[in-house]
């Protein structure tokens, strides 16, 4: 067989389209977006943790964010930051088994989103692709992102 031959019959046409979807996971999905979350209040996030997050669920923020970094708590930061997000999953109806972060399809149904408290709540129990919801909750693993939480069915 000659080199011309085996190119021959290996060529495709000069136009090829190829289309792939990705198939539907069923299941429940939550649409979390935090994309805003750059610059100062993602760096405070990181080095302050828990007060950050509390200062951020009473500013949005907002200018005065700052100000509530700085304020004073008569319990521990991290005690009450656990206790708002644990509301905050309750309220949102969030499933206590493991879930899987996708990033969001354009082509697939939009899932509902979730408010702030939410959103930070389930990004500081993740672990890469899963959501633990026995995790210890971590703020300053809580980085910009949209990405939707979708709990399989089994």
Known sequence: MTDECLLHNM?????????VRRAELPGVRYSIDCRSLTGPVADALRSHGA??????LETS????FKAALRRPWRRSVEHVAAERFTRALADAGIPE???????????APQAP?????TALAVLARRSGALYLPRRRFTPSLIVPAHVVLTFPEV
């Not at 923020?61 to 005065?64: A, D, F, Q």
């Not at 088994?97 to 082509?107: K, S």
């Not at 989103?113 to 408290?117: F, H, I, S, V, W």
């Open 97 to 107: 088994r493991v879930g899987v972060f996708v990033t969001p399809d354009p082509g």
């Open 113 to 117: 989103p979730t408010n702030l408290a």
């Open 11 to 19: 060529s495709v046409p000069s136009r090829s389209t190829v289309v």
């Open 51 to 56: 007060r950050a997050v509390l200062a951020l």
């Open 61 to 64: 923020g907002g200018l005065l």
